[in-house]
T-cell receptor, first 114, second 110 residues
Framework: DSGVTQTPKHLITATGQRVTLRCSPR?????VYWYQQSLDQGLQFLIQ???????AKGNILERFSAQQFPDLHSELNLSSLELGDSALYFCASSVGGSQGEKLFFGSGTQLSVL | QKEVEQDPGPLSVPEGAIVSLNCTYSNSAFQYFMWYRQYSRKGPELLMYTYSSGNKEDGRFTAQVDKSSKYISLFIRDSQPSDSATYLC??????????FGTGTRLTIIP
């Protein structure tokens, strides 16, 4: 068990809908990262937050947004969902926010858009 | 060209064999190298972490880095059925982003 908690484990929704994925980092970790994993693209970095502030941005669509709250948990909001958004979404956490950090991953949220 | 290239496999070997998993990269910026193991429907789990050329050993696992060739490898000795998983190389090129290879699916046949 990595200590990173993600909810829900599975999410089934329809196109055009909006969903929220939740992540609680390991105790003491200040950074949260969101990754998307699909069969054809592998693990793609979406966004990183460090102690409540956005630290780095990757290939995140404008329809997606995230935030990190004062208690350090994070939420990833996906709106106007399309079929192609179906994927595994992982949250990871690390102690700090600098380069070379070791990332610890949660078990993921499997999103199915029908 | 992708920053990190990894042979997707799949790779099947008999139990007890030595497994070699490889990645190449193109960015010359300072790097941190990691190997993650991912079981089906689970999150990636950190196996090895290094930032220098040469070998780093941890039990049956050895991570090898050749910076001159931009080539990294993970060797698994005395492979076990429990080693069956997808193995992902990951490289941090001196920024906050960790870039992953696409993963190699490994099956150890009892």
């Amino acid at each position: 068990d990595s200590g990173v908690t993600q909810t829900p484990k599975h999410l089934i929704t329809a196109t055009g809908q909006r969903v929220t994925l939740r992540c609680s980092p390991r105790s003491g970790d200040l950074s949260v990262y969101w990754y998307q994993q699909s069969l054809d693209q592998g693990l793609q970095f979406l966004i990183q937050y460090y102690n409540g502030e956005e630290r780095a941005k990757g290939n995140i669509l404008e329809r997606f947004s995230a935030q990190q709250f004062p208690d350090l948990h994070s939420e990833l909001n996906l709106s106007s969902l399309e079929l192609g958004d179906s994927a595994l979404y992982f949250c990871a956490s690390s102690v700090g926010g600098s380069q070379g950090e070791k990332l610890f991953f949660g078990s993921g949220t499997q999103l199915s858009v029908l | 060209q992708k920053e990190v290239e990894q042979d997707p496999g799949p790779l099947s070997v008999p139990e007890g064999a030595i497994v070699s998993l490889n990645c190449t990269y193109s960015n010359s910026a300072f790097q941190y190298f990691m190997w993650y193991r991912q079981y089906s429907r689970k999150g990636p789990e950190l196996l090895m972490y290094t930032y220098s050329s040469g070998n780093k050993e941890d039990g049956r696992f050895t991570a090898q880095v050749d910076k001159s060739s931009k080539y990294i490898s993970l060797f698994i000795r005395d492979s076990q059925p429990s080693d069956s998983a997808t193995y992902l190389c990951a490289i941090n090129f001196g920024n906050e982003k960790l870039t992953f290879g696409t993963g190699t699916r490994l099956t150890i046949i009892p």
